[in-house]
């Protein structure tokens, strides 16, 4: 064998037993990542359509209980669809003010990137002692809805509950849900 002298240079074996295990654990760490970034486009495709249908849903559903009427038409697909809801409330406030609120809100579908997109306009009104105060907001609730799958009808014979099934796809991952959603009474 041969000696190595004071200026040549190497790694020991020890150094070498060393390395090898951590180059090993790094490589597969690396190949770990590389695989969930694979995975990661399926996963958030997945995640985007789930929270549209969750946002859509939460949001008809909110006004759906307040509201006292509700009208809505039998296709989803016609372009003149529409989700209408009202309802009005009074009350009398901490200071003793008597407060009238009424609200009109009205759900369309509106064509986008070959889906569709759910927009919620309000029409509000508050009064309180007399003084008026008008809002008019209208606003994009959720992207990514195809509304070939989606519908929105009356549960039973007596117009108590409505059901409102919202379909998203978002890239290859598709999601849907059905809320059923019981008004106020009018009276």
Not at 14 to 40: D, F, K, R
């Amino acid at each position: 064998m041969k000696r190595f002298k004071r200026n040549e240079k190497g790694f020991t074996l020890v150094e070498l037993l060393v390395a090898i295990p951590i180059i090993g654990l790094l490589g597969l760490a690396t190949g770990a990542v590389l695989i969930q970034l694979l995975h990661s486009d399926k996963i958030s495709h997945r995640m985007v359509a789930v929270r549209q249908v969750q946002i859509a849903g939460d949001r008809v559903s909110q006004d759906g209980l307040q509201a006292q009427y509700v009208t809505f038409g039998d296709d989803m697909t016609d372009e003149d669809w529409s989700l209408e809801l009202s309802w009005t409330g009074e009350w009398m406030d901490e200071s003793g003010d008597y407060v009238l609120r009424t609200a009109n809100v009205t759900y369309t579908l509106v064509p986008a990137d070959g889906l569709y997109e759910l927009q919620r306009h309000e029409i509000r009104q508050l009064t309180v002692d007399g003084d008026v105060t008008n809002t008019d907001v209208t606003a994009t609730v959720a992207h990514h809805l195809d509304v070939d799958q989606m519908w929105c009808q009356w549960e039973g014979s007596g117009e108590t509950i409505f059901s409102f099934k919202v379909v998203s796809v978002v890239g290859t991952k598709t999601e849907e849900r059905t809320y059923n959603i019981s008004p106020r009474p009018s009276g």
